[in-house]
């Protein structure tokens, strides 16, 4: 990142401090905040996302012990980790600089300064940033940007940069929302092939009819309406990536089909004797639980591990921590350029709101979410109210109570609950599940008033 379109918070109770920092930084930043009362810090880096924060240590008159510093430093860390803090000071005590450099900060400037001296360290500061996320998100693109700064995303963001340039195949896990669909075409834009074809399908919204004509393709006169040639999938994605999402869906069957295809490296059109040779990179996707792929009754297992070479998990919302606000300032902004309305701030409640909710439609609700505030909204300034959380979201709800608890009855009766449930109502069906007879299960329906 360069100097001019950093965002930097300066924080001092000393007012002479605070116009000599902001007359050297405006000429030179995209925006310079100051502010004098520390309290004030958590609503400022909630409403903007600054780069630096510029922190005296001491806001006390009385006691210049450099604590208050060190609580605001841990403060910032816990709130937005990626904020980089510089700590100053009028005293020059090596042990307190080395302890606000333990604590997390990234920088030490002792009053009175230098003003090459602030500069060379807030621009060090953004170069190293530079650094760090071209390493970690070199996978944005001009149609590809995945955000995130979170601890779990930083693992997702490694594994991705390890595994793009590779032509291994990637089983991408994940519950709906949470942008699998994302990862897939990072993954092929970081590659050898990425000026070449990227095919997606859905393969589990693909009919038993249309499995084959959809994927391997067609001659004409093959079938009833088959009017002309036509390339399948994996053709079309020749030389490039071949992507197919919900491959937890799909039939025993067509996995079958599948199989032969990725064993041979050919698919036969149908209508036709001859195999065509393919070349591509395959990406899958799923939201089914692990433990279910690994059920062979469901799926088989050659097959995973033709399509799993190396499985990489997106992380739900709300195990994501701060990138809830990273998130919130691009969807927010994306959506004013989009309706035309001025840039917005939030309110303080605004990401707290948020951040509480726990997101079952993950990033896609999010998305949503925010859409909605900034079209509904007049003012320039979003507040909780807009929030709107949908309940579209939401399972359905049930009468059976979840427990955790280890008493054997209550672990029958939801056992119970559960397969009748799947089952909807079906007795007979329920008690082949649960491997006891048709009259040992009604025994159990009167025991549990069920």
Known sequence: ??????????????????????????????????????NNINALIERTNFDIVILDMNFSGLVNTGNEGIFWLNKIRTLKPEISVILMTAYADIDLAIRGLKEGASDFLMKPWKNEKVIE??????????????????????????IGDSPIMTDVFVKLNKVAPTDANVLILGENGTGKD????????????????????????????????????????????ANQDRKGRFEAANGGTLFLDEIGNITLGQQVRLLTVLQNRQVTPLGCNEAIPIDIRLICATNEDPNVLADEKKFRKDLIYRINTVDITVPPLRDRGTDITALSHYFVSLYAEKYNKNAFSFDPGFISKLKKHDFPGNVRELQYILERAVIMTDENTLKPEDLVFSSIERP??????????????????????????????????????????????YRRLDKYEL
Not at 406 to 432: C, R, W
């Open 121 to 146: 360290a807030i621009s060090s500061i953004l170069s190293n940033k530079t650094s760090q996320t071209s390493k970690k998100h070199n996978l944005n693109s001009n149609s590809v940007e995945i």
């Open 1 to 38: 990142m360069v100097l001019k379109n950093a965002s930097i918070l300066v924080v001092d109770d000393d007012a002479d401090v605070l116009t000599a920092l902001r007359l050297l930084l405006k000429p030179l930043v995209k925006e310079v905040i100051t502010e004098k009362n520390p």
């Open 182 to 225: 994302l990862i897939a075409k990072a993954l092929h834009e970081n590659s050898n092939r990425k000026n070449k074809p990227f095919i997606k399908v859905d393969v589990g919204a693909l009919t038993s009819s249309l499995f084959e004509s959809e994927l391997f393709g067609y001659k004409k006169g093959a079938f009833t309406g």
């Open 396 to 441: 359905a709800t049930s009468n059976r109570v979840e427990t955790t608890s280890l008493n054997l009855d209550d672990i029958e009766k939801n056992a119970i609950q559960t397969v009748l449930e799947k089952h909807k109502g079906n007795v007979s069906k329920s008690a082949k599940e649960l491997g006891i007879t048709r009259a040992a299960l």
